[in-house]
C-alpha cells in the first residue's frame, strides 16, 4: 500500500516522503480501515517539524484524524460492523491506503455522510463543542469572539456558537475568508489586522467587551484577546497558530475577573465524563443537519506535503482533504 512516511523533524517538503508499505494485519481489539479520507490538522503540521505540544515520535506515517470503511475486526471488536464508514481519531496513520486502529479510537458518524465530511468532523466539532460548552460555559443569546473563522476549527465554531444560540465575532486575515464567516451565520466580522480591532470588537458587544472568546493565535493577539474580553469574560486558550510567545500577567485578570482556561482535545478525550456529553451532544446536530461539516481544498496523497504547506501558508478554509 501507498503511506506517507516522516523519518525525521523537517519542513514538509524535506520531511514528508511518498513511500509502498505492506498492508498491515489486524490485531485483537482493532479494527482494519480503508482509509477513504484523511482530514488535516493544523496540529498534523506542528508535529511534522516537531513543534507540537507532545513530542512527535519518529518515524511515523502523519494523519491523526481520518474516515474508512470497516475492513476486517479484530478480535475481542464489538458494536461496529464490517462494511461500516466510520471516523477515527488514532493520533497517526491516516495518510496511507490502510490503517490498523484500536477500536476505541473509532467514531461513529451519520452514515449520510461522504467520507469527507466524516473525515472533516471529529476534532473541529468536538474541540469547538468543548470550547463554547463544557469549558466556555457559553450560554444563548451571548456573544462569543471566534478567531482564524474560515479555517477548519473556526467554521465548526460559528456553525455551532449558531446552533447553540449564541450570537458571533468573526475574525480572519482576508475579507474573502470573512464572506465564508458570514455565509455561516457570523453576526459581525472583522479583518484580523484592522487597526481599531479592540475597541470594534468590544463596541460589537454591546461596548462592554466579548464574554467569550475561542483563543486560537497565540502570541501578541493573546494579550488582545484580553483587551477584547468583558468583566468576567473566559478566555478559552485552544491554539498558538502565531507560533510566538505570549505575555500572560496575572494581575491584569484580577482587575476584570478573566477566567483564562486552555484546552486539549486529547485530554478531554479521556475525560469520561465530558466526552460522553459531547457524544450526546454534537451527532444529533450533525444528523440534522444544523451544522454541516466544512470540506475544505482536496489533495492526493502524493501531493501530502503541498496540503501541508499550504495550511501553514494560510491558503486554506474549512477542512483540508488528503485521499489515497
Ligand atoms: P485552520 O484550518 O484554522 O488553519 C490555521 C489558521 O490559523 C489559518 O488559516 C490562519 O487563519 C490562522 N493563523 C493565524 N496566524 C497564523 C500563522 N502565523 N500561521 C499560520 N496560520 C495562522 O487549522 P485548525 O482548524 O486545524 O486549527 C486552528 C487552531 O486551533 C490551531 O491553532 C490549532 O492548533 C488549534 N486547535 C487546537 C485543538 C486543541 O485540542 N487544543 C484542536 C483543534 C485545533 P487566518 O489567515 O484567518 O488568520
Same mark, same amino acid.
Given at each position: 500500500?501507498?503511506? &506517507?512516511? +516522516?523519518?525525521?523533524?523537517? @519542513?514538509? #517538503? $524535506? *520531511?514528508?516522503?511518498?513511500? !509502498?508499505?505492506?498492508?498491515?494485519?489486524?490485531?485483537?481489539?482493532?479494527?482494519?480501515?480503508?482509509?477513504?479520507?484523511?482530514?488535516?490538522?493544523?496540529?498534523?503540521?506542528?508535529?511534522?517539524?516537531?513543534?507540537?505540544?507532545?513530542?512527535?515520535?519518529?518515524?511515523?506515517?502523519?494523519?491523526?484524524?481520518?474516515?474508512?470503511?470497516?475492513?476486517?475486526?479484530?478480535?475481542?471488536?464489538?458494536?461496529?460492523?464490517?462494511?461500516?464508514?466510520?471516523?477515527?481519531?488514532?493520533?497517526?496513520?491516516?495518510?496511507?491506503?490502510?490503517?490498523?486502529?484500536?477500536?476505541?479510537?473509532? &467514531?461513529? +458518524?451519520?452514515?449520510?455522510? @461522504?467520507? #469527507? $465530511? *466524516?473525515?472533516?468532523?471529529? !476534532?473541529?466539532?468536538?474541540?469547538?463543542?468543548?470550547?463554547?460548552?463544557?469549558?466556555?460555559?457559553?450560554?444563548?443569546?451571548?456573544?462569543?469572539?471566534?478567531?482564524?473563522?474560515?479555517?477548519?476549527?473556526?467554521?465548526?465554531?460559528?456553525?455551532?456558537?449558531?446552533?447553540?444560540?449564541?450570537?458571533?465575532?468573526?475574525?480572519?486575515?482576508?475579507?474573502?475568508?470573512?464572506?465564508?464567516?458570514?455565509?455561516?451565520?457570523?453576526?459581525?466580522?472583522?479583518?484580523?489586522?484592522?487597526?481599531?480591532?479592540?475597541?470594534?470588537?468590544?463596541?460589537?458587544?454591546?461596548?462592554?467587551? &466579548?464574554?467569550?472568546?475561542?483563543?486560537?493565535?497565540?502570541?501578541?493577539?493573546?494579550?488582545?484577546?484580553?483587551?477584547?474580553?468583558?468583566?468576567?469574560?473566559?478566555?478559552?486558550?485552544?491554539?498558538?497558530?502565531?507560533?510566538?510567545?505570549?505575555?500572560?500577567?496575572?494581575?491584569?485578570?484580577?482587575?476584570?475577573?478573566?477566567?483564562?482556561?486552555?484546552?486539549?482535545?486529547?485530554?478531554?478525550?479521556?475525560?469520561?465524563?465530558?466526552?460522553?456529553?459531547?457524544?450526546?451532544?454534537?451527532?444529533?446536530?450533525?444528523?440534522?443537519?444544523?451544522?454541516?461539516?466544512?470540506?475544505?481544498?482536496?489533495?492526493?496523497?502524493?501531493?501530502?506535503?503541498?496540503?501541508?504547506?499550504?495550511?501553514?501558508?494560510?491558503?486554506?478554509?474549512?477542512?483540508?482533504?488528503?485521499?489515497?
Amino acid at each position: 500500500m501507498k503511506a &506517507v512516511h +516522516v523519518a525525521e523533524q523537517g @519542513s514538509p #517538503a $524535506q *520531511a514528508m516522503r511518498l513511500t !509502498v508499505q505492506p498492508v498491515p494485519q489486524v490485531t485483537p481489539g482493532h479494527v482494519r480501515l480503508k482509509v477513504e479520507a484523511a482530514g488535516i490538522n493544523f496540529a498534523d503540521v506542528l508535529a511534522v517539524s516537531g513543534e507540537y505540544l507532545t513530542r512527535t515520535k519518529y518515524p511515523y506515517t502523519p494523519g491523526m484524524e481520518f474516515a474508512g470503511v470497516i475492513e476486517e475486526l479484530g478480535q475481542g471488536v464489538q458494536g461496529f460492523q464490517v462494511g461500516q464508514r466510520v471516523a477515527c481519531l488514532a493520533g497517526t496513520g491516516g495518510l496511507a491506503q490502510y490503517a490498523v486502529v484500536p477500536a476505541q479510537t473509532l &467514531v461513529p +458518524v451519520p452514515q449520510s455522510f @461522504s467520507a #469527507a $465530511q *466524516a473525515a472533516s468532523f471529529p !476534532v473541529s466539532y468536538l474541540t469547538a463543542y468543548h470550547g463554547l460548552k463544557t469549558l466556555g460555559q457559553g450560554k444563548g443569546g451571548e456573544w462569543v469572539l471566534v478567531q482564524a473563522a474560515a479555517g477548519a476549527l473556526g467554521t465548526a465554531s460559528i456553525q455551532m456558537a449558531k446552533a447553540m444560540g449564541m450570537k458571533v465575532i468573526a475574525m480572519a486575515s482576508t475579507e474573502e475568508k470573512l464572506s465564508i464567516a458570514r455565509d455561516l451565520g457570523a453576526d459581525v466580522t472583522l479583518l484580523q489586522d484592522d487597526e481599531e480591532r479592540v475597541q470594534k470588537v468590544r463596541d460589537a458587544a454591546g461596548g462592554k467587551g &466579548v464574554p467569550l472568546i475561542l483563543e486560537v493565535v497565540g502570541g501578541k493577539r493573546f494579550q488582545e484577546s484580553l483587551d477584547m474580553a468583558a468583566n468576567r469574560g473566559r478566555v478559552i486558550v485552544i491554539g498558538n497558530a502565531s507560533r510566538e510567545q505570549a505575555n500572560l500577567r496575572p494581575v491584569e485578570l484580577m482587575k476584570r475577573n478573566i477566567t483564562v482556561t486552555g484546552l486539549w482535545l486529547t485530554s478531554l478525550l479521556g475525560d469520561a465524563e465530558a466526552n460522553a456529553q459531547a457524544m450526546r451532544e454534537v451527532p444529533p446536530l450533525l444528523a440534522s443537519g444544523q451544522v454541516v461539516p466544512q470540506v475544505g481544498p482536496t489533495y492526493a496523497l502524493a501531493d501530502s506535503a503541498q496540503a501541508f504547506q499550504d495550511i501553514m501558508d494560510r491558503k486554506t478554509t474549512g477542512k483540508v482533504i488528503i485521499e489515497p
